[in-house]
């Protein structure tokens, strides 16, 4: 249990879960570089002692693995999932009421405690925007941004901690337009509850009061993510996780948190906008400049000895990923209780979380002996579509179990298993011109784009190829190289996507080519990209590749296709994951910054630093 960051770095540094970077480290580029290698070798979390430009110290990758979340929370995560789990299932404590006494113990010492306004003098000073580390961690981001912040906001018309929201919104610091010291950027959905909150605020007239918090006890960063049950505030959770209250105080109208390294208030007015970004996100890609919501900056506030918390995230793999697995060890089961039928539900982090889920449902309307198609499992899919970040799916592969258990998180096997069983005639359920992440640029325009539902039940209607077909071992120019991904998967490698109409005509020549091929039968998906070799060396880049470039109503295209009564079906499924002129560049790091930290490690090793 920590009363701030600094008690956690404490803690994990002597315990062997923290490495110490006394080196000056620019936080253009470096930092993040260095962050990035340190994630990927499954290494320990980072103390920046030495931040060049700022007099605050800086620490990256607390939740790199998920054995270190545990760590960090072995105090309380027993108890937080106890109090999750009585709220998904309230029946169990009347039935059990002594085995819940102290879940209910637990959640009443997690109530806030509000304290005077001149607490803030013995524990804050204020300080400035450009006295905060000014991290950059892609060549082509606007600026510097906060990636790991707590940005709270109340109703406007029902005041106060308890109808507050606490969410991870990224915040623009620097760059671009803004005013440094007096303008950030705030980049957030109006769906969500902040922009909840601003819509009501602006129908009154009136500014939303904002209060940015970074840092303090661990347990905050992971309240304003975590996918709560209805009537569990973020801020109450956040005492749960910390076990310690949550210490405030209001300033100026403005709620403070006298536990967080860093604050940052200030006010949104009605129809104040301006553009934010370029930033590199969790897609892979950048997502491009638009407008966002401006916060005109009142005050800015520093927790004595703070430190700057920070992540970076881009193509998956990333601290995120296992922020991700930490909530999923937090919810449980809770995912059975929001959607009647559901047995699992996986986001596949390798394609950037939203763009492919793959859901185990039920399919208890007619006996399997009976039936032989999905039906229960395609209203499963229009629930699970309408289902908080869930709605976010492009692609939708659900089936249910019949005669063997299934995994989704054995994502090869997952994919065969419904390959093996899918009509592609009847089984493809499209929902086009509708909503998509605003991070996701393969679609129409701004969170703009279409859906796929690809469900499968009953006997295996096919054997999977495991070798490329002959159909397809020369296919026709302009494409080229077909290579096996996976048991009834081939990726070929097609021209650089340039006009529309000339794509559609040359694929329009690869299905001619395929028509009516009897061996194409047990490789049901063939997925047309830019580099064959890359995308078949791994199943992560197979993923990535093909579901963060693609639009399913634009680049679903099929071998025998057919159109029944507004129904679409083909034989062999072709997904167009080339790059298109629309999509956002993918993230490349800086050469140069790269040959830096490359000596800087090679530095590390010998003992040098």
């Not at 957030?188 to 009501?200: A, C, D, F, L, V």
């Not at 940052?264 to 104040?272: L, V």
């Not at 990726?491 to 061996?519: I, M």
Request: glycine share 8%; hydrophobic share 35%; aromatic share 8%.
């Amino acid at each position: 249990m920590y009363e701030n960051m600094s008690a956690c770095i404490e803690d994990l540094e002597r315990h062997g879960h923290l490495l110490r970077i006394t080196e000056e480290v620019d936080p253009h580029l470096e930092m993040a570089s260095i962050h990035l290698k340190t994630y990927a070798a499954g290494g320990p979390a980072l103390y920046f002692e030495n931040v060049k430009g700022s007099n605050y110290p800086a620490v990256s990758n607390l939740f790199g693995t998920l054995e270190r979340s545990k760590f960090i929370f072995r105090h309380t995560l027993e108890g937080v999932q106890k109090v999750i789990a009585l709220r998904d299932d309230p029946m169990h404590a009347l039935k059990h009421p002594f085995q819940n006494v102290t879940s209910g113990f637990a959640a009443v010492k997690a109530l806030p405690m509000k304290q005077s306004a001149s607490a803030i003098d013995d524990t804050h000073d204020e300080i400035k925007i450009e006295d905060i580390p000014q991290i950059q961690c892609w060549p082509k981001d606007g600026g510097a941004f906060v990636t790991l912040p707590q940005v709270y906001s109340e109703d406007p018309e029902k005041p106060g901690l308890m109808n507050a929201n606490l969410g991870m919104y990224r915040v623009q610091l620097s760059g671009n337009d803004f005013k440094l010291n007096e303008e950030v950027g705030l980049h957030y959905q109006i769906h969500r509850g902040i922009g909840i909150h601003q819509s009501k605020a602006a129908e009154r007239g009136e500014p939303l009061k904002v209060s940015i918090f970074v840092g303090g006890p661990p347990a905050h960063s992971v309240a304003s993510v975590m996918p709560l049950p209805e009537g569990l505030s973020e801020i109450l959770f956040a005492g749960l996780l910390s076990g310690r209250r949550f210490r405030h105080t209001y300033i100026d109208g403005y709620c403070v948190s006298l536990d967080a390294d860093f604050v940052i208030t200030g006010e949104i007015y009605p129809n104040e906008t301006k553009p934010e970004g370029p930033f590199g996100d969790h897609l892979g890609y950048y997502s491009l400049t638009h407008e966002f919501p401006l916060m005109r900056v009142h005050k800015v506030y520093a927790r004595k000895n703070a430190v700057w918390p920070f992540t970076v995230v881009g193509r998956p793999p990333q601290e995120d990923t296992s922020f991700g697995e930490l909530i999923h060890e937090l919810t449980g089961e809770a995912i059975k209780s929001e959607i009647p039928g559901v047995q699992e539900v996986h986001a596949i982090d390798a394609a950037g979380v939203h763009p492919l889920l793959f859901v185990i449902g039920s399919e208890r309307y007619t006996p399997f002996d009976e039936v032989d198609r999905p039906q229960e499992l395609l209203t499963i899919a229009n629930r699970v579509l309408g289902t908080n970040q869930l709605s976010l799916a492009k692609y939708l592969w659900i089936t249910a179990e019949q005669d063997q258990p299934l995994d989704t998180h054995d994502e090869a096997g997952f994919m065969q298993y419904i390959l093996e069983r899918i009509d592609l005639q009847r089984d493809l359920h499209f929902q086009t011109k509708t909503t998509i992440d605003t991070l996701d640029y393969s679609g129409e325009g701004l969170n703009e784009g279409s859906k796929v539902v690809m469900a499968a039940y009953g006997k295996k209607r096919r054997e999977l190829n495991h070798q490329i077909p002959d159909s397809l071992k020369d296919v026709t120019p302009p494409f080229i190289n077909a290579q096996p991904v996976m048991p009834g998967v081939v990726a070929v490698e097609g021209p650089a996507y340039g006009h529309r109409d000339k794509a559609l005509k040359d694929l329009e020549t690869l299905k001619s080519s395929l028509k009516n091929q009897k061996d194409l039968d047990g490789t049901p998906l063939i997925v047309v990209v830019d580099d064959a070799t890359f995308t078949s060396d791994t199943l992560n880049n197979f993923v990535w590749v093909t579901f963060t470039r693609s639009n399913p109503s634009h680049d679903v295209h099929g071998v025998n296709e057919t159109y029944n009564n507004k129904h679409w079906g083909c034989d062999t499924m072709i997904i167009d994951a080339r790059i298109k002129p629309h999509h956002a560049p993918p993230l490349i790091a800086d050469p140069e910054t790269e040959e830096k930290v490359a000596e800087f490690f090679d530095n590390m090793a010998k003992g040098q630093y």
